[in-house]
């Protein structure tokens, strides 16, 4: 019978934050000393097996695969809290889904604004570039919640 490691392995491997360094991080530390970063945002995926761990990012850097018995410790490191000041204030970004677009407002209409949409695993499923207001085709996502993040806003949203 096969056991399961996730659990284990997440207790045993020390997890810590620091209140600011500048960007979300995922190190992971060797027994060798060694020490990989990566950036929370370009994780693709992390797929645990039996006896290693694999981490695949996103910007097209190879996927590297750890022997749970070569880490040391994992440590997450986070920007703040991740609640950003716009977000606090009154959020002028709507969203709206009509039909197999969604439709999106309240942009700043003087500059180009990166428009991502996250499904409710944190995978980004839909993204464009929008300056005041556009739509976004989401035909192909099946209906649930998802998150729409653009500038420093972000807001819930169901299809």
Known sequence: MKKKLFPLFFLAMPISAMAYIGEDLMKVNTVGGDSW???????????????????????????VTFAYADVRNISFYFDGTGISLPMVQACALKAEVLG??????GLDDRHDAKVEVYDARGRKVRSAVLCGAGTINVSGLIPGAYVLKAAAQTLKFTK
């Open 37 to 63: 970063s990566y950036q929370v945002e370009l994780i693709n995926r992390l797929l645990f097996g039996e006896e290693t761990f694999t981490v695949s990012t996103s910007d097209e850097s190879a996927s």
């Open 100 to 105: 197999d677009e969604l439709h999106i407002s």
